[in-house]
């Protein structure tokens, strides 16, 4: 089971960016999967939750309006695209699988899988 | 959304020790709370969920309780490889939020 996170750079100020992660050994459609990301520093913050049919999203209040979060499970791919990058967008993101839905219903899980991480600098 | 604050930030101890984190949510969680390790240059680690059950493959050394707005992670006998970051998270809402980490040094 692996998650490899991709497309991350240095960026300007008010510039966009999609990152991309790519899943493998599971069943991709079975999860739901988030956005965690460290800025230099400083601790973890959940950026971005998506289910796996794509049903919920939520965002983080820190980037809300700012950021889409996006699936293709037919390629196990999921995708965070980010607008009008600002400096404290900077740092490390990863891709995580967590929580799944079932029965119509989606529910919350721990964060269990984990990719390396991909590198956002804005300035 | 749900806050959560951990303490202390920072904890001094040797190998051997037996160290605790504590970790408060801003308003009821029922057990909905998981503890990650971080070390530098890798990815975090996922140890305990559900408050108290371990992760397969974590060392039963590491020991979660706690529910509703209180939760403790208790290391026992710490091990070189145990100097890290620690983080609680809760996942009782999709917006799930983290602890600001407390660093085992």
């Known amino acids: 089971e692996h998650l490899v996170e991709s497309g991350g750079r240095l960026v300007q100020p008010g510039e966009s960016l999609t990152l991309s992660c790519a899943a493998s050994g599971f069943v991709f459609s079975d999860y739901s999967m988030n956005w965690v990301r460290q800025a230099p520093g400083k601790g973890l913050e959940w950026v971005a939750y998506?289910?796996?049919?794509?049903?919920?999203?939520y965002y983080a209040d820190s980037v809300q309006g700012r950021i889409s979060v996006s699936r293709d499970n037919g390629h196990y791919l999921v995708f965070l695209e980010m607008k009008n990058l600002r400096g404290e967008d900077t740092g490390l993101y990863y891709c995580?699988?967590?929580?799944?839905?079932?029965?119509?219903?989606?529910?919350?899980?721990?964060?269990?899988?984990w990719g390396q991480g991909t590198g956002v600098s804005v300035s | 959304d749900i806050q959560m604050t951990q303490s202390p930030s920072t904890v001094s101890a040797s190998v051997g020790d037996t160290i605790s984190i504590r970790c408060r949510a801003s308003q009821p969680i029922s057990s909905f709370l998981a503890w990650y390790q971080h070390k530098p240059e890798t990815a975090p680690k996922l140890l305990i969920y559900q408050a108290s059950t371990l992760q397969d493959g974590v060392p039963s050394r590491f020991v979660g309780i706690g529910s509703g707005t209180d939760f403790t992670l208790t290391i026992r006998g710490l091990q070189p490889d145990d100097f890290a970051t620690y983080y609680c998270?809760?996942?009782?809402?999709?917006?799930?939020?983290f602890g600001q980490g407390s660093t085992v040094e």
């Open positions: 998506i289910s796996s049919l794509s049903g919920s999203i």
């Open positions: 995580v699988r967590g929580g799944y839905c079932h029965g119509g219903r989606c529910f919350s899980a721990a964060l269990d899988l």
């Open positions: 998270q809760q996942y009782a809402s999709f917006s799930h939020t």
